[in-house]
């Protein structure tokens, strides 16, 4: 048995990388991702468990089949959960729907999902009525696997602010072996 302690970030990467020395890293939404690997740097008690560092890197011009998919699903068979970053320029990239793909409907790991471009809560629910604003679900059609998938596991929408995504990283609702029913959640504002 795999144990799943890690924390596996999800992000649009553009097909094919930019043909820079920074490859990957030049990329809007692994920003964000480098983000949560800063926290954790800075502060060892910040609950961000990299999957990504639970097996050898790769180049971004490995070989699909042989390396980068067998290293997607080793790291998210060693995860707790997904952390998806979905913001306006999220792309449905080959990884991109292998990982949430694999990661839901073949592992059932809940996913937490940040939204980049909204830092309250306030911009992801309408507070009177306790919604989810029709602007992030359009957000959802980005990545069709994850609007269709998203049924069949706990989501959580939080906006990109440290201290909510410190909350939702130690939210027990949201790890694999102790997860919530299958449904949208988000924090009340």
Same mark, same amino acid.
Not at 25 to 28: L, R
Not at 54 to 80: A, F, G, H, M, Q
Not at 90 to 95: E, G, I, L, P, V
């Given at each position: ?5 890690g ?17 990957a890293?030049?990329?809007?939404d692994?920003?964000y ?36 998919? !067998?290293?997607?699903?080793?790291? +998210?068979? &060693?995860?707790? /959960?997904i952390?998806?970053f979905?913001?306006s320029?999220? *792309?449905?990239?080959?990884?991109l ?11 059932g ?49 939080? !906006?990109?602010k440290?201290?909510? +995504?410190? &909350?939702?990283? /130690? ?8 997860k *919530? ?9």
């Open positions: 048995m795999t144990y799943r302690n924390n596996y970030s999800a992000f649009y990467v553009a097909e094919p990388f930019a043909e820079t020395n920074l490859g890293h030049s990329t809007k692994f920003l991702y480098n983000l949560l690997r800063a926290w954790k740097g800075a502060d060892a008690s910040f609950p961000f468990i990299d999957s990504h560092n639970k097996n050898y890197n790769v180049r971004d011009d490995s070989d699909w089949e042989k390396t980068l998919k !067998p290293r997607i699903r080793d790291r +998210i068979n &060693n995860s707790k /959960n952390i998806l979905l913001s320029i999220t *792309k449905s990239s080959r990884a729907r292998e990982e949430i793909d694999y990661g839901i409907n073949s592992c790991l809940p996913v937490i999902v940040v939204y980049p471009e909204y830092g309250e809560k306030s911009d992801i629910i309408n507070c009177s009525s306790e919604t989810i604003k029709q602007k992030i679900k359009n957000l959802w059609d980005n990545l069709p696997i994850f609007r269709n998938s998203m049924g069949n596991v706990a989501t959580l929408h939080i !906006p990109n440290k201290a909510v +995504i410190k &909350n939702a990283l /130690n939210n027990e609702g949201f790890m694999v072996n102790t *919530k029913d299958p449904g949208e959640y988000f924090y009340k504002c």
